[in-house]
Antibody
Framework: QVRLQESGPGLVKSSETLSLTCSVS??????????WIWIRQPPGKGLEWIGY???????NYYPSLKSRVAMSADRSKNQFSLRLTSVTAADTAVYYC??????????????WGQGTLVTVSS | QSALTQPASVSGSPGQTITISCTGS?????????VSWYQQFPGKAPKLIIY???NRPSGISNRFSGSKSGNTASLTISGIQAEDEADYYC???????????FGTGTKVTVL
């Protein structure tokens, strides 16, 4: 059974960098036909796609966030990470990591972390 | 972010059948059979309940079913139960450059 767990600061100051890590067990972030995803959900709102990192390390980000986002993977720790720079209050959200299929199966997110609330303070 | 359109809320009495619509376009729902549905309880992560329009992952009740017609996908919950009260989101692969688009979400209330 695949398990994902987000970790990182719950409070980030405005204009600083948000950094989160997703630890994976039961699957490898560096092998297999899966992409590793970050999604967020502002309080009381819907789901927002942030981007993905593939098993080979290729990345793709949502266009409006592309200039501020970076994802990476640490194969030795079986983790993948999210960095979001120059945060504002609009970045306050519950951040989820998830696993998705490849290609068109990117829309099939079959495993999710429990989510972590990140609040941007002024 | 652009989103697929879902009704904000749907309600039904126990045992009834309800349907949630998810309307997209010819860039997503209308051309790809890669529509998924997720169930989310308050304070919890979403859970995949339907993938590729009508397939259920292992362990998901057969009271949940999915379908698609044109640019609109639908999730049907048959014999709705109190435990089904949650938020439901659709998603679809899209050729708009963002790869995946989510629905606006529907709150299901069991009366």
């Amino acid at each position: 059974q695949v398990r994902l767990q987000e970790s990182g600061p719950g409070l980030v100051k405005s204009s600083e960098t948000l950094s989160l890590t997703c630890s994976v067990s039961g699957a490898s972030v560096s092998t297999g036909s899966y992409y590793w995803i970050w999604i967020r959900q502002p309080p009381g709102k819907g789901l927002e796609w942030i981007g993905y990192i593939s098993d080979s390390g290729a990345t793709n980000y949502y266009p409006s966030l592309k200039s501020r986002v970076a994802m990476s993977a640490d194969r030795s720790k079986n983790q993948f990470s999210l960095r979001l720079t120059s945060v504002t209050a609009a970045d306050t959200a519950v951040y989820y990591c998830a696993r998705a299929g490849v290609g068109m199966r990117l829309s099939v997110l079959d495993s999710w972390g429990q989510g972590t609330l990140v609040t941007v303070s002024s | 972010q652009s989103a697929l359109t879902q009704p904000a809320s749907v309600s039904g009495s126990p045992g009834q059948t309800i349907t949630i619509s998810c309307t997209g376009s010819s860039r997503d729902v209308g051309v790809y059979n890669y529509v998924s549905w997720y169930q989310q309880f308050p304070g919890k992560a979403p859970k995949l309940i339907i993938y590729e329009v009508s397939n259920r992952p292992s362990g998901i009740s057969n009271r949940f079913s999915g379908s698609k017609s044109g640019n609109t996908a639908s999730l049907t919950i048959s014999g709705i139960q109190a435990e089904d009260e949650a938020d439901y989101y659709c998603s679809s692969y899209t050729n708009s450059g963002t790869f995946v688009v989510f629905g606006t979400g529907t709150k299901v209330t069991v009366l």
